[in-house]
């Protein structure tokens, strides 16, 4: 107990250790503020035990303390002041811009709530508490700012650019419904082969005083479309249709088969530079004979202009784009067509909406507005994107109309079928194939004719290996799965190199496939991504296997009985199936085609007319061009019919035939003779 008592310290020590310990916090806190002087340290170190001069330290260590703590209050920001708070000298900025048809949003920098009950007072007003932007009606607009302006003079707001406003507010004035305008003036054929979304697309460009763009997703019809706007404005014509190369007679054979009431002789194919426009009410050339022929078309005026493939007008630099604005500069109508109208940045839709619309604004406030504009000492950088849903709603507004597959899939039919005329140039026919031709047009007997049929079928699959080769390799680079069936080894193992070459994975079926392979290889196609072939024989796999993982079925060679296509076209048209499917038919001119085409059209009709109805409608079926070096049907249109007498059958592929009488004779004619004739062979083994 005694040793405790020794070692406590003594009141006068604990008050000086207290005033020690002040001494430092004052050294410390001056030191932060100032640099102390000797006189101060001197002073400092004369402290003692007296406690006066301890008096006289703790009242100095107070005052500066006090000066400290005043000091900081006055560095300090305060939010409790109402004063610091609601600031009414605080800058704050705004940007405008439109979210749809009729509405625009209003984002403020920083939350005020003055300008918050201006908004509240509009009645138009939205809150949308995700983004917690406010917007408004179109009608409000004019009137919200100026209210903004008179109550908040350090508001700064970025308007929506006038030749914008001009658009929308001139919308506003029509009726939010696309009319449904009178079509009658189009070609009956044309109107009545049109699905609804097509039929909304004519009426929007009608709407439109035949000036926009058509840039519904790729197979959904634009050219039809376009066709039918071009129709309904013919008063305007002569009509110029610009296109790709590759596709020119593409658009002659949809004029054919859309437009009949169009003379042939209407249409004009500008073939080369040194070719001349005449009076000619369509002509049809491809971008770069424009370029290269500008001077003659200069010379001529089109009221109505297509533009087939528009992005590639893309950079108004190029002497494309140039030209084609040349020409489109006294055009009363301009409809441009593209499934992919920007392929990288919003700058690249300014050419093609300059196009449909000539009054735009002008390309430097359109930069600026959508494409992020900067302005750097080497010009202008429009590589950006900016206000991208105003410029979505500005486009469906004023010129453009997009529909993608997904939108329409419900007016889509099940099946669309579409016939391919092979390369001419690529198909290597011979004197023996013309022999067998000639033979088939002869007074020979049915067995004859049949003999010869099937040697002229064996040779017509080496005759086009090449120009299939060359379809399914353009094919391939789609990276999409797809079916492709033929009936010769020869055929099947073109389109397997092909397919190896380009080091796609695939699957193949044929007769040679035992059953346990062959489901192995149906599972591997339907469950694994990466295989997206399925090259199989027409004989061995048209029945009894479900391949719905392609919507894509391509015939490289025809087949006498229409069954038999039907049965292998719903390997992908069955349950299951939640896409549209397409199916393909790859035509040789002068091969066995040229009688197999129209004998599947007859026995069709025949077996309709017996009631047994094929799911094969093959009769107003879309036709495309392997290159432009073919131009039409015109094998199609005069070829040899299995009459006995050797009579032609003339046959359209854009008009019906009449049905014929299902007599027995025609039915076993038809039905029987050619088949026991072609089931005699050893089809899976011929090379």
Known sequence: MISFIDKTCTPEEIEKKRLLALQRRQQSQLKAQSTPTSSQIHQQSKLNDNENIAQQNKTNLN??????????????????????????MLSV????????????????????????????????????????????????????????????????????????????KKNLKSDTQLPEHDLSKIDETLTNA??????????????????????????????????????????????????????RYQWSQAIYEFLPSIPTHYIHHFANTKDHIGDDKITITSYDLLVRAINTFAKHIYGFVILDESHGLKSNKTARFQATNRICTHAR??????????????????????LANPRFMSYEDYGIRYCAGQRSIFGWDFLGSSNSQELQALLKSDCMIRRLKADVLNQLPSKIRKVIILDSSLIKTGKQMREMSQRLQTNITGLERHSTLIQYYNQSSYARVTAVRNYVAKLFENK??????????????????????????????DGKTNSEQRKLLIDKFQECDECLVAVLSITAVNAGVTLTAANLVVFTELFWNPGILSQAEDRVHRIGQNNTVTIEYLIAQNTVDDYLWPLLHKKKDVLNALGLKQDLSINNIAVAVQNNKQQNLDSFLNISSSSEKGSQLQYDMEISPAIPEASPSNVKELL???DECFDSCDWDTIV
């Open 63 to 88: 005052d500066n303390e006090n000066i400290a703590r005043q000091n900081k209050t006055n560095n300090r920001f305060n939010p409790i002041e109402p004063r610091r708070f609601f600031n009414p």
């Open 93 to 168: 900025t705004g940007k405008c811009y439109m979210i749809s048809d009729d509405r625009f949003a209003l984002e403020l920098s920083a939350f005020v709530p003055e300008i918050i009950d201006i908004f509240k007072t509009v009645p138009s007003r939205i809150y949308d508490p995700k983004s917690r932007i406010w917007n408004f009606h179109l009608n409000d607009y004019n009137g919200l700012l100026k209210t903004l302006s008179s109550n908040h003079c350090n508001l700064s707001i970025t308007k929506i650019p006038e030749a914008v406003l001009r658009i929308f």
């Open 194 to 247: 049109l699905m609804p979304f097509q039929r909304e697309g004519i009426c929007y460009g009608i709407s439109k005083n035949g000036r926009c763009i058509i840039a519904d997703d790729m197979g959904l019809g634009k050219t039809i479309q376009a066709l039918g706007i071009a129709h309904y404005y013919k008063e305007s014509w002569p009509l110029l249709i610009v296109t790709p190369s590759s596709v």
């Open 333 to 354: 109508h301009i409809v441009l067509l593209t499934g992919t109208p920007a392929l990288s940045r919003p700058v690249e839709l300014y050419t093609q909406i300059s």
């Open 480 to 509: 999409k799965k797809c079916l492709l069936y033929g009936h010769h080894q020869i055929i099947l193992d073109t389109i397997c190199e092909a397919a190896e070459s380009v080091d796609i994975a695939y699957i193949r079926i």
């Open 672 to 674: 029987e003779v050619d």
